[in-house]
């Protein structure tokens, strides 16, 4: 039925001068994400146009759903400026989407300045035309259910109704990147996946303690991963996987439990922060919500994040869960996430942990055992795989542990 998909970049606006870069990152994207599918690509300044040549324009939308940068896209009939043949499409197009009594109006943009009939005039005669030929139509110029929308351009006109919305936002690395703290949980995909719409490229960090834990915590963060990388430019992420057995043991061995999961995030902290300068990541991103749980009051934060130089972004501060719950269904990892799998961070959950801890007691504690040489050991030994979308990764029955399996 439809010819082209009409779609439309987000915020670049905003950019000024340096437009032309972010359009050439998204521009980048879209052919990669079109990749075996045989369509055409127009690019134009404004604009960026698919010819369908018979492919489903679902197909195409649902690849274009993981693209950040986008504002909308349309699915489109395309013709010569011709009064009787844009009547003629558009008719087409109203009859496969009208099925009932639908109020409607007709919109025209003439951005084809050497047309000598005004916008409105273009609406009122194509309109009239419609109507005599297509059923269930009232007109309804203030609050229309659909509108018919025709764009005539120098290359064409084209012919639509909807505006699908698009991801928005900036595209995915044209910021910088970050280091996203993952975990098996609902709140740090989310977390990775507002940052990548911001513009930030993302690797990401998780802390494992297998056999401590069983490896299918381990799975349920690269399934994790693998969803973000659909968003991420080529459709893959770094996973660096930080062996954090010894230093989780050596925390509930010597600390005191109202501190254990205060000590054990700055333990975390620092070791995402070296891997983070070594990876070329100027942030670290967590999914922490402000006084969601006891490790997340203001107190905690200030605390934990006091071992670290980088700056830390956490784009849940200000949510709740039942919106960050919405995101998680909407990208789905929703249901990754609630596997039932246990990581370090809630194997061993302390019944009363500090709710104001302070940086000088937790050095204090620290003390007690020489972490340093734990965290160069656990950053040696971190291993590191690409998490591709087109190659799905699954090491369960591979052994008990990340280190047999990499052996």
């Known amino acids: 039925m439809y010819e082209y998909i009409m779609i439309r970049y987000g915020d670049l606006i905003l950019k000024g001068k340096n437009q032309h870069i972010f359009r050439h990152n998204i521009n980048n994207q879209i052919a990669h994400k079109m990749y075996g599918l045989n369509v055409e690509i127009e690019f134009q300044h404004d604009l960026v146009f698919i010819k369908l040549n018979g492919v489903e324009a679902d197909e195409v939308i649902n690849r274009l759903n993981f693209i950040s940068g986008l504002s909308s896209y349309s699915k489109t009939l395309k013709c010569d400026y011709d009064l009787d043949k844009i009547a003629e499409k558009a008719i087409k197009l109203l009859k496969h989407e009208i099925t009932k009594k639908t109020t409607f109006k007709v ?21 009239k035309k419609v109507l ?38 900036f595209p995915t690395s044209t910021g910088g990147r970050a280091m996203l703290l993952i975990s098996g949980g609902i709140d740090s995909p989310v977390a990775g996946y507002l940052t990548m719409n911001t513009g930030l490229e993302i690797d990401c960090v998780h802390f494992e303690s297998s056999p401590l834990t069983p490896i299918e915590s381990v799975q349920k963060v690269i399934d994790l991963v693998t969803v973000l990388s659909k968003y991420a430019p080529s459709s893959k992420i770094k996973l660096h996987l930080v062996p954090f057995r010894e230093i989780h043991e050596k925390i509930l061995a010597e ?10 995030r700055r333990m975390m902290y620092r070791i995402a922060d070296s891997l983070a300068k070594k990876n070329n990541c100027k942030a670290i991103v967590s999914g922490d919500s402000i006084g969601q749980v006891a490790s997340q009051t203001l107190e905690s934060l200030i605390t934990v994040q006091a071992v670290v130089s980088s700056l830390v972004i956490r784009p849940l501060a200000t949510f709740d869960k039942n919106e960050i719950i919405k995101i998680a269904k909407k990208i789905k990892t929703y249901q990754i996430s609630n596997r039932p799998f246990s990581d370090c961070c809630t194997v061993y959950v302390p019944k009363r942990p500090v709710i104001k801890p302070t940086v000088e007691r937790a050095e204090t504690f620290e003390k007690a055992f020489e972490y340093e040489k734990y965290l160069k050991t656990a950053i040696k030994n971190t291993k590191t795989i690409e998490i591709n979308e087109r190659k799905p990764l699954n090491i369960i029955n591979q052994g008990f542990s990340v280190e047999e399996i990499f052996k």
């Not at 005539?152 to 936002?169: H, L, S, V």
């Open 255 to 264: 600390t005191p439990e109202t501190y254990i999961i205060t000590i054990m």
């Open 132 to 169: 005599r030929e297509v059923e269930n139509l009232i007109v309804d110029v203030k609050k229309p259910e659909k509108t018919l929308n025709i764009e005539a351009r120098n290359e064409g006109t084209y012919i639509f109704t909807d505006r699908i919305p698009g991801m928005g936002g």
């Open 107 to 127: 919109e025209t943009k003439r951005a084809d300045k050497s047309i000598n009939l005004k916008s409105f005039e273009i609406s009122n005669l194509v309109s």
